[in-house]
């Protein structure tokens, strides 16, 4: 059993899906959660949920002053934080060639340097105390092999799978563990915007025959939060029923 009873934990993208269903699982396994999201009504709903182990705070990932503005509320309300899961991010599925410089400015700013300035802006005061913290990034198997009508989306998943290693090397001499959970076509309000086809044929694709749950990608970052992932770090694990076994 996960405990994280006098903890903290930021959690981005909780107003829905895997962001929504880990800040839930976090707060059951006893931690205060700091749930952050641009999605107002989505937010307030998941700290209904919650109840009074849960703060809501809006933030626009694409916006560096938002994060560091977000940082800071995070302090001033519950300290330095113990967890931090990286779980926002956006997709839209279309070809390649009919996206526009747009939709990839977004997909950066959102998927790849979101994560990034939110760790960094975090990480100054960490370090600054000491303080051990457990991260989790959220990518997705789409990073690690590919997906079709998904490539900058991909691109941008495969980024932060790089960036979860790299940061993991530098910041072991801290004793932090950065870890990355790369969950496979899951139940969520983003696979539901894929053409019916495309999610059919997914779904036929998985050994398992079904789509993840978002609580079975949410208990896949519980783990990496605990204290059972101690001695691990820099891993990349998939939640996907089989449909990608690459080591």
Not at 15 to 28: D, E, N, Y
Not at 64 to 90: C, M, S, Y
Not at 131 to 136: A, D, E, N, R
Not at 183 to 209: M, Q
Request: proline share 4%; charged share 20%.
């Amino acid at each position: 059993m996960v405990e994280l009873g006098n903890k903290v934990a930021v959690v981005t993208g909780a107003a829905s899906g895997i962001g929504r269903a880990t800040a839930v699982a976090m707060a059951a396994a006893g931690a205060t959660v700091a749930a952050a999201d641009r999605d107002a009504d989505g937010l307030a709903a998941t700290v209904r949920t919650i109840g009074t182990g849960a703060t809501a705070h809006r933030v626009d990932l694409a916006d560096k002053q938002a994060i560091l503005a977000l940082r800071d509320e995070v302090l001033a309300a519950h300290g330095l934080p113990d967890v931090i899961v990286n779980a926002a991010g956006f997709d839209r599925a279309e070809p390649f060639m009919d996206n526009d410089d747009a939709l990839w400015e977004q997909l950066a700013a959102v998927n790849f340097l979101g994560p990034v300035r939110l760790t960094r802006a975090f990480l100054e005061p960490i370090l600054a105390a000491q303080h051990p913290v457990k991260i989790v990034n959220i990518a997705s198997d789409a990073g690690r092999v590919g997906s079709l009508g998904e490539t900058v989306y991909a691109g941008t998943k495969g980024g932060l799978i790089a960036f979860t290693k790299s940061l993991a090397r530098e910041m072991a001499r801290y004793q932090i563990n950065v870890n990355c959970v790369c969950p496979g076509p899951t139940d969520t309000p983003l696979f539901a915007t894929l053409p019916e086809k495309v999610r059919e044929g997914l779904i036929r694709a998985i050994p398992f025959r079904r789509l993840a749950t978002p609580d079975e990608v949410a208990d896949a970052v519980l783990f990496f939060a605990s204290g059972h992932s101690n001695f691990v770090t820099g891993q990349v694990l998939s939640v996907s029923g089989g449909l990608t076994m690459a080591g």
